[in-house]
């Protein structure tokens, strides 16, 4: 089902292949929507395209990603990329499938720094590359690591503790408001 913007009325485009179990968000990029999805054989990637409202499937990366585990997937650099937690995987070339390059791997004996408990990293979320160093969150705090050294420092940005994130979003800026959207949705409604 699709609501066009401005539309009251969800419309019915047709069937999905196959279900999308096990999806986390939805990532725009290169005009589609993308999920990580789960199917007996292991994950793929259903993308929806925005414009001709359709769907079409992209391969994973060739790797193995945990069954109990659904990969994240965000854009990085202008490229899709899929995580499991420790290893990202950027798509150099969208939809071509020998394009998949492994960009960062850390590895289950990197400590947090100056944790008293010396606490492994558990999960991390890749944020940014910036000249030989990655931004991260690392379980819920900001890092900034250094793969060539494989050490880990905490960042504070502009005042802001590096600690206490749970989910980090993407944002990106548009020239459409989401107070007109919504005041625009809400004179179509019946009252």
Known sequence: ????????IWRRIGKVSNDMHGTREG???????HWVCRCTEGFFIRAFDVEREGF??????????H?????????????????????????????VKRSWTKELEIGHDTIYPNDPYGSYIR????????EGKVLLLANTNLCLYTPETRTLVRVEIDGMPSGGFRFVADHIPSFVSPK?????YLSK???
Do not use: A, Q
């Open 123 to 130: 999960c991390v979320s890749v944020l940014k590359f910036t």
């Open 189 to 191: 409604v019946p009252s």
């Open 1 to 8: 089902m699709v609501l066009t913007v401005g539309s009251v």
């Open 27 to 33: 990532v725009f990029h290169n005009g589609f929507l």
């Open 180 to 184: 007109d959207i919504i005041k625009d």
């Open 56 to 65: 079409k499937d992209l391969p994973m990366p060739p790797y193995y990603f």
């Open 67 to 95: 069954p109990d585990s659904i990969p994240r997937m965000r854009v990085l650099g202008g490229s899709l990329s899929v995580s499991d937690g420790r290893t990202l995987w950027v798509m150099k070339e969208y939809g």
